[in-house]
Structures are given as structure tokens and as C-alpha cells.
């Protein structure tokens, strides 16, 4: 492949700013909150088993199928471990597994965080097209990971999503860059691509965003098995912290903006 202080890191919990829940992820969001609510004063809920709220299905992260031949399924164990290592420094109960759907499936509502990366060609029939665009406009999120290699049919497919919508630079004091981790500098940089710097773009929906895209960073590289890639562990950490940032803001109330 081409290549706090002493306070306790885990209690920054987001501070509310009314912000408005999607649609999708009420059923979640008193999950959320109880488990954000209890950081304020647990010195460290790391190794806290999973907690539950009676009747609501844990969240988790559903792996995005889509054809055009280009690999969907890589990095095979990154959502197993960004999930595990969510839990561990949010204590918030989520699924021990991945989901996977495709955008025309009955089932895309019910999952609050939607995940595509790969290295080759991505298609969306127009079918896919509009379910998709329904689901974003209905309070979904989609996380496009570059894989290094799905740039281009990216960008075209989501000119087809949004053709009214070019993707937009989402600026560094964006809430997805400090919901609990703080990243200054923006996206952080795993792999070294075509040497240029990570970017965070979007799709912003009557002022929310709907769609992130990492590129030049490779996220999922950085959540994959320790020594899969030969990355160093603080690269590692820094795809981790990220990882969390992005599913807090994708099951939490969404900021404006």
C-alpha cells in the first residue's frame, strides 16, 4: 500500500450548545448523554464494562458497501478496534461489532455514523443516490476515509449526491476537531500519501455536518491491528483520538455549524 495536563484525559466531556438531534439518533442519545454526563467525575472509566439503557440498542459503526469495484471492505479489523477503544475512554456502551449496509437498504436510518474508505472506484446506483441524500438530510452521518486511491470517484459521486454542494474545507475550530479530543492543527496524519497535509472537507446541511471526508490522512490505517501498517503508536493514538471525536459527533446532538 503507497504508502492534559494531569487531569484526567477521558473526563472532557462536550458542554451543550443547544444543539439539535438528527432524527436518527434519538433512540441513542440518552445513552450518550448519561455516559458524557458521568465523565464530570470519574477520575478514569477506562475498563468500565458496557453500559446499557434498558430498550435501545447499542450504537455502533456501519462499514458503507458500495460498488464500482473499488475495496469497501479494507482495513478489516480498524472498526473493531475504534469501537473497543470508544467504550474504553468514553464508557460509552457501544456494539461489540461493526454493522454493514448499503445505501439502498431498508435498515440505512438506523445507523447514526456512516463509514466508507477503500483504494479504487466507488459508484452509488441513483437509487443509492437518493436514499442516501435522504438519509443525510434526515440527520445522518457519513465519514469518507481515503484510502489513498478513491479521491477521484469520491468527488465525483458526491457532485452527484450534491451537485449544488461542492465540498467545503471544514474550518479547525469546527467542533468535530474538539467534541472531547482537541486537535489545534486539524485531521491528524497517518500515512504519507502523496506527502501532502491531512484535510477535513464536508457537506454542510442547513448549517450541520453531514459529511466528513479525511483525505490525505487514512484514518482507518491508524485504527487497524498494531504492526498491520508499521505505524508508531503515537501516530496510532492520534487516529484513535480522531475516531472518537468523529462518533461523539455523529451520535451526539450536532452543533450548528
Known amino acids: 500500500m503507497p504508502d492534559a495536563t494531569r487531569a484526567c484525559p477521558h473526563c472532557r466531556a462536550p458542554q451543550p450548545r443547544g444543539e439539535r438531534l438528527p432524527q436518527i439518533v434519538l433512540g441513542v442519545a440518552a445513552t450518550v448523554a448519561a455516559a ?33 469495484g473499488g475495496d469497501w471492505y479494507a482495513n478489516p479489523s480498524s472498526l473493531d478496534n475504534l469501537l ?16 454493514e449496509v448499503g445505501a439502498a437498504d431498508p435498515d440505512l436510518a438506523d445507523h447514526p455514523y456512516l463509514y ?6 466507488m459508484t452509488f446506483r441513483p437509487l443509492e443516490i437518493e436514499r ?17 486511491g478513491l479521491d477521484e470517484s469520491f ?39 502523496d506527502g501532502n497535509p491531512a484535510q477535513g472537507f464536508g457537506i454542510f446541511l442547513e448549517g450541520r455536518l453531514a459529511l466528513f471526508y479525511s483525505f490525505e490522512s487514512d484514518l482507518g490505517d491508524g485504527w487497524e491491528d498494531e504492526g ?10 492520534e487516529a484513535l483520538k480522531m475516531g472518537v471525536n468523529l462518533f461523539l459527533y455523529a451520535l451526539a446532538a450536532t452543533p450548528a455549524g
Do not use: W
Open 36 to 68: 458524557l454526563g458521568a465523565m464530570a467525575s470519574c477520575p478514569d472509566l477506562s475498563g468500565q464494562t458496557r453500559a446499557t439503557t434498558p430498550g435501545v440498542e447499542l450504537p455502533t459503526i456501519a462499514r458503507l458497501r458500495y460498488d464500482g
Open 84 to 99: 473497543e477503544e470508544i467504550q474504553l475512554r468514553t464508557g460509552i456502551g457501544v456494539a461489540d461489532r461493526p454493522a
Open 116 to 121: 466508507a474508505t477503500g483504494h479504487g472506484n
Open 132 to 148: 442516501l441524500r435522504a438519509y443525510l438530510y434526515g440527520g445522518g452521518f457519513l465519514h469518507v476515509d481515503d484510502n489513498y
Open 155 to 193: 468527488r465525483r459521486e458526491v457532485a452527484r449526491l450534491f451537485p449544488e454542494m461542492p465540498l467545503a474545507e471544514v474550518p479547525l475550530e469546527h467542533p468535530i476537531y474538539r467534541v472531547f479530543y482537541d486537535f489545534p492543527d486539524g485531521l491528524p496524519k497517518v500515512h504519507e500519501h
Open 228 to 237: 498491520v501498517h508499521g505505524d508508531a503508536p503515537e501516530v496510532r493514538e
